[in-house]
């Protein structure tokens, strides 16, 4: 340091102690739950530690165990996507696509979300995740499977399918596709994973179309 430089300026050019900007730390934390939620949807919630998770965040375990005290913890923020997220409902009014477009558009099939994936882990392993956690996830998923199951008999009284136990049909459905999502699935890659869909999608309509 140059002896006459001023000690305003150094203090200037220090870098800021302490705990990271509220923005920052928002940023990370979302961050984190992201590659949560690729581990427990690639790993299980048995196969994955927070060991991975911080090494896919590329962030010290001290740093996850700040924010997320526990492997539940982080369990439960990454299994908390909201139920418009799992399935795109309600659709848009005027939509004039043929229906298996429009259910690939429903779940996402273009992107095939971790999401998806998630909830094989949540439903699959049940007796491994604690009950808290699984409460909470099931929720979201029977929120969304509410919405399909209104998107289903909306669409029925269009005269545009033909179900006779909408409930039925939306838990057929999405056991269907979400099950396809899953990277532990042995898919070769996305292609073949996406064209498995859309025969899950077709598979469906040869009992639902009315056409």
């Given amino acids: ?7 305003k300026v150094v203090s200037e050019v220090k870098r800021p102690r302490g705990r990271p900007p509220a923005h920052d730390e928002a940023t990370r934390r979302a961050q984190i739950v992201e590659m949560a939620r690729e581990a427990f949807s690639e790993f299980g919630y ?3 530690t927070t060991d991975i998770v911080a090494a896919r965040c590329q962030i010290s375990k ?6 997320f005290p526990s492997k539940e913890d982080l369990f439960i923020a990454a299994a908390m996507t909201p139920a418009q997220d799992l399935l795109d409902l309600p659709r848009p009014e005027g939509e004039d696509v043929a229906m298996d477009e429009v259910i690939a558009r429903i779940f996402r099939v ?7 994936a998630l909830i094989r882990t949540v439903t699959g392993e049940a007796a491994d995740i604690p009950e808290m956690a699984e409460a909470l996830a099931l929720r979201e998923i029977q929120q969304a499977r509410s919405c399909l199951i209104d998107w289903l008999r909306g669409e029925v009284a269009k005269g545009r399918l033909r179900v006779d136990n909408p ?9 269907m596709m979400f099950a396809g999502m899953s990277p532990r699935g042995g898919w070769d890659n996305a292609t073949a ?9 077709r598979f469906f309509l040869r009992g639902a179309s009315t056409s």
């Fill in 1 to 7: 340091m140059d002896v006459h430089e001023s000690p």
């Fill in 46 to 48: 048995a196969g994955t």
């Fill in 62 to 67: 001290q740093t996850l165990y700040r924010l």
């Fill in 110 to 116: 273009d992107s095939a979300p971790a999401h998806g």
């Fill in 167 to 175: 409930e039925s049909s939306a838990r057929l459905l999405m056991d």
């Fill in 193 to 201: 994973r996406k064209e498995h869909l859309g025969n899950c999608i």
